[in-house]
């Protein structure tokens, strides 16, 4: 190599001009998510309305955080509501995914265009539009079941607090379960075909391809789906209020963790409790993302 060529690589590498074009992003990451992050913190030590001085109370908020039974209440709803959504998600994104990369399907980019446009709805259009569906005096659901006659008397759907909850674990899930079978065909796509075709010359039928080729080698991606999954379920807002109302419906079935924050920070204006509890849900978030990582990633050895 010639100095001149060694001049020349020392001289690009020694351009700072790079941190040019990253300082937007840098910016706005300190303003928008790293300051609100830290203030969070130190917020949940403090007793605050939004108007008057914050006062030190320690590790108080988060004392109260540990005996208050609407938090626990919460997090069991949240729980609840998240794997019932989750799992047929998972289950039905893979099957799916799996049918639509056959090779002599014909028609699987309709289906799938199909199948993702829900995801494209939002949340709180959902919310209040299975609210009128599932309405008990004049929602279309009861007057179909009423006209063919599987029903004598309207249901109160919301009335019923597991009803409740079955209704929007079943929105979420015909929401994003088109989401997870372009994320599961995208990972099916990426093994060899020339597995399939050894499979298939050794007389291996689809469900044993299925269970001995496909889930072994999608083994990362649906831990990616698993995680991105379970921290989205466990942050659910928007449907279970515009479905439920502030409260969380009938006995409060609906009250997940965002919106039991939502309701103590900007509702009850005791902002230092609401950080404590964003602080919870983090940890709660954490804790569940660990063990979903490790269970789909610890057993590899099997395969």
Known sequence: MSAKTKKKRNKIDKNNAGYFFIAPYIIVFLGFTLYPILYTFKLSFMTWDGFGEQQFVGLANYARLLHDPMFIKSIGNTIFIALLSMI????????????????????????????????????????????????????????????????????????????????????????????????????????????????????????????????????????????????????????PYTFGGQMGGTKGSLLTMVMYMYNIAFTNLDYGYGAAISYGLFVIIIVFSIIFMKYTTGKKEQY
Request: proline share 4%; charged share 10%.
């Open 88 to 239: 047929p998600q998972m289950v039905f994104g893979l099957v799916l995914a799996f049918l639509l990369n056959q090779r002599r399907l014909k028609g699987s980019n309709f289906f799938k265009t199909v199948f993702y446009f829900p995801n494209l709805v939002t949340a709180v259009s959902l919310g209040v539009l299975f609210s009128l569906l599932f309405d008990w005096k004049v929602g279309s659901v009861n007057q179909l079941l009423t006209s063919l006659h599987i029903i004598s008397e309207p249901i109160n759907w919301k009335g019923s607090p597991i009803l409740s909850q079955l209704i929007v674990a079943f929105v979420l899930f015909w929401q994003y379960f088109g989401y997870y079978t372009i994320i599961f065909t995208a990972g099916i796509r990426g093994i060899s075909y020339e597995l399939f075709e050894a499979a298939e010359v050794d007389g291996a039928t689809k469900v044993q391809t299925f269970f001995k080729i496909v889930l072994p080698l999608m083994r990362p991606i649906m831990t990616f789906a698993f995680v991105t999954s379970i921290i989205g379920g466990l942050q659910i807002f928007d449907l």
